[in-house]
């Protein structure tokens, strides 16, 4: 048996640690589309700690895109995670039905308008072309995560459930 303090255990370790450490740039808390508009310096925390600010024309491009009335029921950022278990360049969105459809219909997924939103049958998976569309059109309100395996869901998904991610 290996000795605990071997070089190759302080190594293992060590990795170990920055991989549990690779998603602490996602948000701990989100805020809504109408609380960022609403702010003169938009910013949510990280789970490090850090600060995740929001470009103004960002948050002013979604708030002409969704109706008023949704606001409030869409938050930022909406985390795009890359699923290695799903093969390279595939992500999944990571967030309410809202935010799903908020995501298909900017891509041009779907045709239906927001009032028919709860009924939209939506793609959850992005392949890398649209994620670049995606960041390209709203940077400040997409942030990219990690993970190994899934499923992942929001903490606002009623049922959700977690599961350990790089």
């Known amino acids: 048996m290996e000795h605990p303090d071997s070089p190759f255990r302080r190594v293992v370790s060590g990795l170990w640690k920055s991989l549990m450490r690779v998603n602490d740039h996602l ?5 809504t589309l109408k609380q960022l ?10 789970k490090d700690g850090t600060t995740i600010g929001f470009e103004r024309k960002d948050l002013e491009f979604l708030g002409e895109f969704i109706p008023k009335e949704y606001h409030d029921k869409i938050k930022l950022p909406i985390v795009l995670v890359s699923r290695v278990d799903l093969g390279r360049g595939t992500y999944s969105i990571i967030g309410n039905k809202l935010e ?4 298909n219909k ?5 045709d239906k308008d927001f009032d028919f939103w709860a009924d939209a049958e939506l793609n959850e998976f992005l ?3 649209e994620v670049f ?3 390209h059109k709203m940077r400040s309100t997409t942030i990219l995560g990690f ?9 606002d998904t009623p049922g959700f459930t977690s599961r350990r991610t790089l």
């Open 27 to 31: 948000p701990r808390v989100k805020k």
């Open 37 to 46: 508009l609403a702010e003169s310096d938009p910013q949510c925390i990280a």
């Open 100 to 103: 799903k459809f908020v995501i």
């Open 106 to 110: 900017i891509l041009g997924r779907t």
């Open 127 to 129: 392949n890398r072309a």
């Open 133 to 135: 569309e995606l960041r």
């Open 147 to 155: 993970s190994a395996e899934a499923p992942i869901t929001s903490p």
